[in-house]
Structure formats: C-alpha cells, structure tokens
C-alpha cells in the first residue's frame, strides 16, 4: 500500500538549519502535488509549503524566504529545507501528497507519521 515516510526531524538552535527528506512508496501510478504541513501542540495543523509535479511551489507567509520545497519525481521524494529556523517553527512536520495508487480510481490524498522539528537554545 501507499505510504509516506518523513526524515530528518530534530533539535536545532534558532537560526540554523534542518532539512526534511519524505519518500513515497508503494504501487503508486503517479505522484501529484506534494506539501509539508505541521502542527504545533494545542494548535490546528497548518499547511507550510506545496509544490506541484511540475515544480511549481506556494509556501505559508510564515515560511516564505527561510523555506524551500523541492521534489525528485524519480525518487518520489519531497524535500524541506528550512533555514533561518525560529522557536515558532518547533511542530511536528508531516508529508503530504495526493497519489494515484495503482488500484485506485483516483488520487487521494496521504500523510506521513509526521517527524517532530524543535527549535530551541
């Protein structure tokens, strides 16, 4: 079955830099647009950054200009590469993806387990 697995999360200082890793997997037809969300405890789940099959990107006004989200279409993977990093990017980070599976009639929508990011001195 279809499934997303995140890495890279971890303890960082504020200013430095972390770079999250997501491969997809499974009988997979094809790979459309993927993202990164996240959710702080006591917080709803808010969307960071999405970049389509064709590497067009759209990230959260938050992010802009320390975050940038890149894709291997061939590895079915989607990165995060967060720079800049402050004490309000401490979440824990999920993949997204909306993936045509071999057996579906369409694409749905999948999360990964989420990989915790804590910014902290």
């Known amino acids: 079955q279809v499934q997303l697995v995140e890495s890279g999360g971890g303890l960082v200082q504020p200013g430095g830099s972390l770079k999250l890793s997501c491969a997809a997997s499974?009988?997979?037809?094809?790979?459309?647009?993927m993202g990164w969300g996240r959710q702080a405890p006591g917080k709803p789940r808010e969307l960071v950054a999405t970049i389509t099959s064709r590497g067009t990107t759209n990230y959260a006004d938050s992010v802009k200009g320390r975050f940038t989200i890149a894709r291997d279409n061939a590895k079915n993977t989607v990165y995060l590469q967060m720079n800049s990093l402050k004490p309000e990017d401490t979440a824990v980070y999920y993949c997204n993806a909306d993936i045509y599976a071999w057996a579906g009639d369409r694409a749905y929508n999948y999360w990964g387990q989420g990989t915790q990011v804590t910014v902290s001195s």
């Open positions: 499974g009988h997979i037809y094809s790979t459309n647009a």
